[in-house]
Structure formats: structure tokens, C-alpha cells
């Protein structure tokens, strides 16, 4: 394995060479590294997308915090990486490396993937080629970390399941603790072994020990477990939203991205039920956050970052029954800062004209 010091140096050497080098060089404002010498556990968080919607994806901004928060835990970001990008570390037979630290793919002992959405599978592919791990789950051996999924798609994971050993359905911010400690338990060994115990945790599926099953027209029917006690898998869920701690770091980016602001999510789930929502059957049941911790929560990360900007996140924010408090709350603080509040996946109807009038106190100056 090439030293951090010597991929920096050759990192260096392509930069030019790519439309917006500032992707790959990391550095920004809330990035987080520790002492080598504390870590027993080196997680990457890897989100099969380019720079610019990967770091604006809040989920993974919560994760990062959660595993840095732990002192024998460093959490780095690995993000896919433009055709241009791709195309000259394959030029040059370097392997796809971490923001923080340029540490390989390859010497991560966790790998975690976000599955938003089925386009960005092959982007899982690629850039585990690119961080040198074999794609298939079945030839990876002790030596090569573990590889395991989460996110909406982690519900229907067979189109991708012979590349993952592991998927996490449902809420992360307890259960990937469980993961790492089952980790750091294993011997280092046998990796049939940390498979075994990895398989007694809630919410985990490991592919390898269900048998498909298809149809005479080769459509999928249904799996079979090899093990009696592991027949089905139930989601995991975060009964109290207040219980988890609160995002003290949001990673500032030094370029424009989707959704550069701070966010906070103030309820989980939604009250409407639609029958053609995905979201709204993987993120039940309804859980709310306290309005008084969300607005202590927001005055730090505004305070810390810098943003002109807050983002109120769920299914439905104009179904939070503490909106208007919180709405007031936040204006009353931050309007003569001209900070602003966004709303967004509001429904229409559920906009009271007190809701538009407190948005309407703050606009968006025009650039000069």
C-alpha cells in the first residue's frame, strides 16, 4: 500500500489534468481527522455519487458525526468520482482514496454505501474497482473490509446483493454501532465468521445466507434462509429521534453544491400514508424531534458554518406540529442576520398563510 503522503503527491500530479480538481482535495471547514495511534476502526463513507450531490446528502453528514464522536472511530468520506477523474486514475493505476487522510479504498476496515436510487449501482462497482476490492462478496477474504449498504434501496437488494455482504434496512444512527462493535470483536480471521455475527444483528441482511429463488421466466420469487433462526429481517428503527445526539459538525464545502445550507431534520416518517411513496412506507413510523433542541441544534451549526441559510427536512415539514413555533423562533433569531428558512418536500396544503408569512421575513439578497 502506497503511503497517504506519496498518493498526495500524485493526486497532486492529475489534479490539473480534471475539470474541478476541488472534488477530490478535501480540506474543508468541519473535516475531521484524529490521531492515528487511537483508532481501532477505520469506517468509509461512501456515497456512489459525484462531490456535489454526495455532500449534500444530510444523512451522511449525521453518520459522519455520530462515528466521529466515538474516539476509537474514524469516519472518512469517499465519493465516485467524475469519467474524467476515473479516467486518469486508471491512467495512472491509482487507487480511489479518502478526502480526509487520501487513505486507499482497499486498507478502510468498514466500507458503507448509500443507495439512494438504482442508477448509481454501477457507481457502486466502479468505485470499488477502483479501490481495488473484489466486486463479488464471495472472493473477498479477511484481508478485505467489509462491505455493507443502507438506504432506501437496501429495501429490494437483490439486483445488487451479490456485490454487498452485508445491507442495513431501516434507521442507521444506532444500529451502525452494532455493526462496529461486532467488528472490533471479530478476530480477524475467518470472515465466514464476522458474516455469523454480523447476522444476529437487528436490521442487518446478509445475502449470502439466503438461497434465491426464481420463477420458469427467471423473475425473482422469493428467498430461502439457511438458517432457521434467520428467516426474516425487520427494519430497524429509532424509536426517540431525541435520543440521538445532535449534529455539532456540518462539513462546509469549499465549492458550490446542491444543497449548501444547514440542514436539520425536524421529524421523521409522515402522516399522509400515500400508497405511491416510497419514502413514506421506508421512513414510518412517525417520530418528531423536540422544537427547542432543533433550535439549538441550528444556532450552532449557523454559528459554526457560516451559511445564510436553514433547511427544515422531512416528508411533509408543514406537517410538524411544532412548525409555526419553531418557524418564529428561528426568524426572531436570525432575520436581522438575514439568514433565510427553506421548506422543502412541502405540500402545498399544508402551507398556512402564517407558515408563508414568517418565510417571506427573510429574502435572498441579490448578488452584487
Known amino acids: 500500500m502506497r503511503k497517504e503522503t506519496d498518493l498526495r503527491q500524485a493526486y497532486a500530479t492529475i489534479l490539473p489534468l480534471v475539470e474541478q480538481p476541488s472534488r477530490y482535495t478535501g480540506g474543508e471547514l468541519g473535516t475531521i481527522i484524529k490521531d ?19 455532500q449534500s446528502h444530510f444523512g451522511l453528514q449525521v453518520l459522519y458525526n455520530l462515528l466521529n464522536n466515538r474516539p476509537d472511530i474514524q469516519a472518512e468520506r469517499v465519493y465516485a468520482p467524475w469519467l474524467d477523474m476515473e479516467e486518469q486514475l486508471r491512467q495512472h493505476r491509482l487507487p480511489l482514496v479518502s478526502l480526509e487522510t487520501y487513505r486507499p479504498l482497499s486498507a478502510f476496515e468498514i466500507i458503507g454505501f448509500s443507495l ?17 476490492i473484489p466486486l463479488f462478496s464471495h472472493d473477498r477474504g479477511a484481508s478485505h473490509p467489509l462491505v455493507i449498504a443502507g438506504g432506501p434501496c ?6 445488487i446483493a451479490d456485490f454487498i455482504d452485508a445491507f442495513l ?11 462496529c462493535n461486532v467488528y472490533l470483536a471479530w478476530d480477524g480471521k475467518d470472515r465466514e465468521s464476522l458474516l455469523q455475527a454480523l447476522r444476529h444483528v437487528p436490521g442487518v441482511y446478509i445475502p449470502a445466507f439466503f438461497t434465491p429463488a426464481y420463477t420458469p421466466r427467471d423473475t425473482l420469487s422469493g428467498t ?24 455539532t459538525t456540518q462539513i462546509v464545502p469549499n465549492v458550490n453544491i446542491v444543497h449548501d445550507r444547514v440542514a436539520a431534520e425536524v421529524m421523521r416518517g409522515c402522516v399522509r400514508g400515500c400508497r405511491f ?15 427547542r433542541a432543533l433550535q439549538e441544534q441550528i444556532d450552532h451549526l449557523v454559528k459554526k458554518s457560516g451559511y445564510e441559510e436553514v433547511s427544515l427536512l422531512s416528508l411533509s415539514t408543514g406537517d410538524y406540529s411544532c412548525v409555526n413555533p419553531l418557524l418564529r423562533s428561528i426568524m426572531n433569531r436570525f432575520s436581522d442576520l438575514k439568514v433565510s428558512v427553506s421548506l422543502p418536500s412541502t405540500r402545498v396544503d399544508a402551507l398556512s398563510p402564517h407558515i408563508l408569512e414568517e418565510i417571506r421575513r427573510v429574502r435572498k439578497r441579490d448578488s452584487l
Open 277 to 291: 411513496c416510497q419514502a413514506g412506507y421506508v421512513y414510518r413510523p412517525l417520530r418528531e424531534r423536540d422544537p
Open 154 to 159: 437496501a429495501f429490494h437488494p437483490e439486483p
Open 169 to 179: 434496512l431501516g434507521d442507521g444512527e444506532e444500529a451502525i454501532f452494532d455493526i
Open 36 to 54: 492515528p495511534t487511537d483508532i481501532r476502526l477505520r469506517f468509509a463513507l461512501a456515497f456512489p455519487e459525484v462531490y456535489e450531490i454526495a
Open 116 to 132: 439512494q436510487y438504482e442508477l448509481t449501482y454501477t457507481n457502486v462497482l466502479a468505485m470499488l474497482d477502483l479501490g481495488g
Open 224 to 247: 430461502r434462509p439457511r438458517y432457521a433462526d434467520s428467516t426474516v429481517v425487520k427494519k430497524r428503527i429509532v424509536e426517540d429521534l431525541n435520543t440521538v445526539p445532535q449534529l
